[in-house]
């Protein structure tokens, strides 16, 4: 009988487990559940990567930061950002399941906030999701809030009740959608935008977002883009208007 050495089990060795499949493993095959096995490898796998910035890439922000940074919301740079709107962490009448909350609130005039990461070179797959919650989204501009990364998006504004879509159609050309999932103020939207082999799909709270009818789009080509939240309000209004954010993480396949 041959005893495994167990040493050969720990996530230290590149070339083992949680790294590559497991040498034992045949895809198909055993043990099963085999789909089971194979997903849970794989994605075990991806995290173990992204934690070492091989293969794989997560930029996770949980927004947990005490005190307000100038310049910063949350770990994003301030890209642009007037007078006219106050960034500061929530720090009362927190709700269950809410942890660390930003937020982004208008005075009585006129505001724009544009905040961003470092550029990011996304060749492959790669999954974005934002947690937000809108105030005032009627007041806001045409396409006065928007979350995801550059050219692949959430938008939502005055000019419609339903969360917008953008995507990268072809090299250079951006391409907007409409979905059929409402947008109310005060309540909490996990945006996510994925795409696996060339397609990009997009879910609201969990729910898939077609677009005219289909279930995602082709998008394969890289994108040169940053984590991005927008938010913009040109004529005068009631303070308070803006948006809040829970969490925004990017996970992508990197070289």
Known sequence: ??????????????????????????????????????????????????????????????????????????????????SGITVAPKLTGLTFGEHGVWEARSGAGAFLIRAGSARISLGGDFLVTAKVMLFGRDRLDSAGFSAGVAGC????????????????????TIAFAETEISVLDGV?????????????????NGQLARVGGREGVPSPARLDADKLLFASRSAPGPAG?????????????RS
């Open 1 to 82: 009988m041959t005893t495994l050495n167990p040493l050969l089990a720990r996530p230290t060795h590149p070339q083992r487990k949680p790294y590559v499949r497991s040498h034992t493993f045949v895809d198909g095959v055993g043990p099963p559940p085999y789909s089971f096995f194979d997903e849970t490898q794989d994605h075990v796998g991806a995290l173990y990567h992204a934690a070492l910035g091989w293969k794989w890439s997560l930029d996770s922000d949980e927004f947990t930061e005490v005190g307000a940074r100038p310049g910063y919301l949350g770990r994003m740079r301030l890209l642009s950002s007037t």
């Open 153 to 172: 998006a959430f938008l939502a504004g005055s000019s419609n009740p339903f969360w917008r879509v953008t995507y990268v159609a072809e090299p250079g």
């Open 188 to 204: 909490w939207y996990r945006l996510q935008v994925s795409r696996v082999a060339g397609a990009v799909r997009w879910h609201v």
């Open 241 to 253: 208007d803006g948006f809040a954010i829970d969490s925004f993480h990017l996970l992508a396949e």
